[in-house]
């Protein structure tokens, strides 16, 4: 991916900003207050959305940055992938159901339908992955629990198919251990019991739990949905209303082709008022007389035509508000029946499980297992599915070793003489000091962040195989002494030879040689 344009509209102090972005190393040096984490923030609420977490010292993105200055809430990036070039267009509002966001190709065909999320479909992760490899906000370097990347890693790993078989074959397996532990539970001594012994199968429980709470909820989209239909009536009327309101006002052409006839006449009575008053003796003050009353025509006619100009203006943004209601109103209801309709298809699916609760409460009355022989089958069953685990996790380590190497790298190069790093298979970080290893939390706070950023290198390197990510840096060397910060500049211009990098900072040592 290579972002070409940032077109913010009004993003906290941010206000109708362009910033166009070139290949490799893009170092933006502004001073403090221009709104480098704010920039930050627009390109990634512009991939992925506004999210509700709480990101470092930024707080809630939302309510930190909506405009300072009002307006409309959001903009537009344009970028390209090996698939062709896309804009896509966000604006948000108090909350996400305010939210909207339109994907065009180079064309300006609107493209939208085919994302579900333009960052994720893309880059193929999420926005907590995206933000613990290619994105840091500063003094946000720390990559947390490292959900997001196993997860990452977990797919990397099935990407030929073998991580869907494994998976299947688990889900079968924990199907069957499920099945076997009712057995187990509500096996009795005589049949009277075990057919008046309840379900005891917790994931069927909790499903009936989630029926329940779904059956309530789609009650309350259903009176939104009923809302939302009712504003969008009430746009649309107005629409027609001012449609037929100003078609009623009778065809402005008349007035236009009234106001170019009197020009006509006044440049015909100036002209001859002129030649009247030049070449026939005698007739001079008929000359001035048709002559000044081509020169009021000439002011009469201009007048007609500005005013005629000025209403078409007027009327055009008129209809272009009303239009935006209605469109603006379409859009939330068609999002509140999609909610309704998938809420819905949910609630049918979730109707099954009431099914196979009646089933196993059949099944414990009808029939007879003996325990001992689920018992054992239980325990082959357990063992199975413990292997396959293991045999997924061993697909996930063929990821994270080049992952280590890769972090091995950048450290040897950025720290030559820094104690040893290990990262474990959780994905935490622990540094050696005293001959024991340490968590990483027992290093300085430049240690630390010099550590966070090899990581980083090294995500990046390994996890985007089809479509290499823009990585956002904003002021992440804050930390640093001058010597690694020259190391660390001279690596991100290595990077920046295979994807783009914008790097934003405030301090003009902390900047490229070519850039400052």
Known sequence: MKILTCNVENFGTLHHVRCDL???????????GWGKTTFAAFILSMLYGMSEMNFA????????????????????????TENGRYTVTRYFGMSKVD????????????????????????????????????????????????ESIRQRLRELAGASGDRKRYENAIKDLANEAGSLREIQSSQSDTADKSGDEPCKDEEIQKKIEELRSKRENIKDIEKELGKKEKALLEATEELEEFMNRTGRKGNRNVQLVFGVLILIISFASIFCGAFVMRLVDGYFR???????????????????????TNRLRE???DEEVHETRENAARR???????????????????????????????????????????????????????????????????????????FQEFYSVLYPDGPRVEIRDDFTIS????????????????????IELCVRFALVDVLYNEEKPCMVLDDVLNNLDDVRVSKVIRALEKMAERFQIVYLTCNTDRMPVNKK
């Not at 070139?22 to 403090?32: C, F, H, S």
């Not at 008929?286 to 005629?308: E, K, Q």
């Open 431 to 450: 540094v050696e000091g005293f001959g024991e290893m340490r968590e990483l939390d027992s290093q300085s706070r430049g240690t630390q962040d010099l």
């Open 22 to 32: 070139d290949n490799g190393l893009n170092a933006l040096n502004e001073g403090n």
């Open 315 to 317: 009327r055009e943004y």
């Open 332 to 406: 939330a209801r068609d999002e509140a029946r999609d909610r309704l309709d998938r809420i819905t298809q949910e609630i049918k699916e979730l109707e099954t499980y009431e099914e196979k609760a009646e089933e196993l409460r059949k099944k414990g009355a009808e029939q007879k297992i003996d325990k001992e022989y689920a018992a054992k089958k239980l325990q082959l069953v357990e063992k199975a599915k413990e292997a396959l685990e293991k045999a997924m996790e061993e697909l996930t380590q063929h990821y994270l070793d080049p992952i280590r190497e890769r």
């Open 57 to 80: 010292e930024s707080g809630n993105i939302r309510e930190r940055y909506m405009p300072w200055q009002g307006g409309k809430f959001g903009g537009s990036i344009t970028f390209e």
């Open 286 to 308: 008929v000359g001035v007389t048709m002559a000044s009353v081509g020169i009021v025509l000439l002011i009469i006619g201009v007048l007609l035509l500005l005013n005629r």
């Open 99 to 146: 939210d909207t966001c339109t994907v065009t190709d180079e064309t300006g065909q609107d493209i939208t339908d085919r994302f579900s999320n333009p960052g994720e479909d893309i880059l193929g992760v999420d926005s907590e992955g995206f933000r613990s490899s290619a994105f840091i906000f500063q003094n946000d370097l720390r990559l947390g629990d490292g």
